[in-house]
């Protein structure tokens, strides 16, 4: 069975970055036809879909991150990352990444989720 398991530091300071890996096992993030994406829920608000990358290294992002976010992967340790440059409090959230059929906002059913992470951006 395909696992997730996000990590990373639990608290940033704003204008700095925030990093997250995605360490996944029981499948390959090369597989074809799979997206890995990150997934982030801030404090009594809804999911927000951030971005992913596909099996060939292709990335897509959501419109209103795409100038501070970054998706990218090591295919020899089978994770993935996000960035996401320049952090305030707004991006204080819990962290999920997600396998996912398609590059989409729209979860489904099917899709496997990590256990997420709690990031806090504060000085």
């Known amino acids: 069975q395909v696992q997730l398991q996000e990590s990373g530091p639990g608290l940033v300071k704003p204008s700095q970055t925030l990093s997250l890996t995605c360490a996944v096992s029981?499948?390959?993030?090369?597989?074809?036809?799979?997206?890995w994406s990150w997934i982030r829920q801030p404090p009594g608000k809804g999911l927000e879909w951030m971005g992913a990358?596909?099996?060939?290294?292709?990335?897509y992002y959501r419109p209103s991150l795409k100038s501070r976010a970054s998706v990218s992967r090591d295919t020899s340790k089978n994770q993935f990352t996000l960035q996401l440059f320049s952090v305030t409090p707004e991006d204080t959230a819990t962290y999920y990444c997600?396998?996912?059929?398609?590059?989409?906002?729209?979860?489904?059913?099917?899709?496997?989720w990590g256990q997420g992470t709690q990031v806090t951006v504060s000085s």
């Open positions: 990358i596909g099996s060939s290294g292709s990335t």
């Open positions: 029981g499948g390959s993030i090369t597989s074809y036809g799979l997206y």
């Open positions: 997600v396998t996912q059929n398609s590059p989409s906002s729209r979860t489904k059913a099917q899709d496997y």
